[in-house]
């Protein structure tokens, strides 16, 4: 699992157990703050009651027919209220009255009866004793829905309790209110965590971009592509990617001075060798036309052993370069025709055709020295791999951010096992005609000069015949993204 899924998975099981037991706590505490709302007004409902009461009471004897017609309307009464998502239609409240001994003397509910000793339940009983009497039973003992709250006044006559009146309310009346607050908490939760998942994405890329250019970086060292290393916000991530540049530089100066000498070793050791077998036979009684052959041929490989350390030191020069150090506007047209002109002797000693049909202008930034050196081995290739009297076509590209320089020959092409061996340093293949090879080392040195100036190099066969080399490079070496 990726960082960022591991920071996003970990908030929301954080969020998930903190948000259970905070919804777990509101969830069980809503319905208690409710009832005890609710048991205040009753309280106050009672004690307003008791006090109409108390002033129709003679000898101790509750006068309980003043109550009983008001209650009765009220019942009988039509009512249409909105209380929130409430439509309240009716009267919701019972009362019922003891005497001193706990004896219903009246009650405006049918499950309550009058004559009934309700001397044992804790409203009556409590009031009874001078205390606070207040219980939640079932109104209806035959149906459990029926839960209500019971809250008891006392009817005092001359300081004294001359009996008791309960107000009650049925819990059902404010189940709704509960319900609806327990639906806010629910959906606030919900959208909460829809928020905080949210956020947590969002910090979660925060966070891991920066590895992750990292690693793209550290990917882009350990497959020897060129690439700056990339500004970083963070001062642990900087640190770490100057560290991991530091020890990139240290083991591939090591790496590349090892495949260095092993590659030059390997490859100076085929024209040493012919140059040692020569110059023994030369000490030999031999013919002086066998003489001048072998001659030739040592000369002609230590002509070989030079361009090789010449090529070699050439290209350990650019591959060392970590970004372009001379960079000027050219325009590459006079380049061209500078570089067709030193290679006339060439083509021309084979009668090649050089059709120059590049644009007007070619105005780059770059670092021409380079530029050029990378165009001449594209199109000593041409000729080199061209027949007598074969055709060479420069032509040229030019979009808003790149222009491409494009060499198309009429050779051979490309043997089906060498395509992707072609950029592969002393990889070569015989010259056209003469079946000599080259030190291999042309088009590695123009891949590191296009990789140097943030540009391509791609070298393909053409449908019928020949080979299309195509060097493309950004007009500007300091456009956004390069």
């Not at 003043?66 to 009512?79: D, L």
């Not at 001359?162 to 609806?180: D, N, Q, Y």
């Not at 140097?452 to 393909?460: N, Q, R």
Request: aromatic fraction near 8%.
């Amino acid at each position: 699992m990726s960082i960022k899924w591991r920071i996003i998975t970990g908030f929301f099981i954080l969020y998930a157990i903190g948000f259970y037991l905070l919804y777990d706590f509101i969830a069980n505490d809503i319905r208690p703050r409710y009832l005890e709302t609710v048991e205040e007004s009753l309280n106050d409902t009672a004690n307003i009651l008791a006090s109409l009461l108390e002033q129709e009471i003679e000898n101790s004897v509750i006068n309980v027919n003043t109550i009983k017609p008001v209650i009765k309307k009220a019942y009988e009464k039509n009512i249409s209220s909105r209380i929130y998502a409430l439509h309240k239609t009716g009267v919701s409240l019972h009362v019922y009255i003891t005497d001193q001994n706990g004896i219903i003397i009246y009650s405006s509910n049918k499950y309550i009866k009058e004559g009934a000793d309700y001397s044992k339940w804790r409203d009556v009983r409590l009031t009874l004793l001078g205390k606070y009497g207040a219980r939640s039973s079932l109104l209806d003992e035959s149906n459990p829905n029926s839960k209500s709250i019971f809250v008891a006044a006392p009817l005092k006559y001359k300081n004294k309790i001359a009996g008791v009146i309960t107000v009650i309310k049925p819990e059902e009346s404010i189940a709704l209110f509960i319900e609806i607050a327990k639906r806010k908490a629910l959906v606030t939760g919900i959208l909460t965590c829809m928020l905080f998942i949210f956020l947590s994405f969002i910090l979660s890329i925060w966070i891991s971009r920066p590895v992750n250019r990292l690693t793209d970086y550290v990917k882009s060292l350990r497959e020897n592509k060129r690439s700056e290393m990339p500004a970083f916000a963070g001062k642990e991530i900087v640190t770490l990617a100057e560290t991991f540049n530091e020890v990139w530089e240290d083991l591939k100066g090591e790496k590349y001075i090892e495949q260095y000498i092993q590659t030059l070793t390997h490859e100076l050791k085929s024209p040493l060798s012919s140059i040692i077998g020569s110059s023994e036979l030369l000490e030999d009684d031999i013919p002086d036309e066998q003489k001048r052959i072998f001659c030739k041929n040592i000369f002609r490989e230590s002509r070989r052993m030079e361009s090789i350390i010449e090529r070699m030191l050439e290209l350990s020069s650019i591959e060392s370069q970590e970004r372009l150090k001379n960079i000027e506007k050219a325009d590459l047209i006079p380049v061209i025709n500078d570089i067709l002109e030193s290679l006339y002797p060439d083509y021309r000693k084979k009668n090649i055709l050089i059709n120059n049909n590049t644009s007007q202008s070619l105005n780059i930034e770059c670092d021409i020295f380079l530029i050029r050196h990378a165009i001449q081995n594209l199109i000593q290739n041409a000729i080199r791999f061209s027949g007598d009297g074969d055709t060479i076509t420069i032509s040229s590209a030019v979009t808003d951010n790149h222009i491409s320089v494009i060499i198309t020959d009429s050779g051979e092409g490309i043997p089906d096992y060498a395509a992707d061996k072609i950029f592969n340093k002393f990889y070569s293949l015989p010259s056209q005609g003469t079946k000599v090879k080259s030190t291999g080392l042309g088009l590695p040195f123009v891949k590191e000069i296009a990789a140097l100036h943030k540009g391509s190099i791609t070298v393909k066969n053409n449908p019928d015949k020949g080979v299309t080399a195509e060097l493309t490079l950004p007009v500007e070496q300091n456009m956004p993204g390069l």
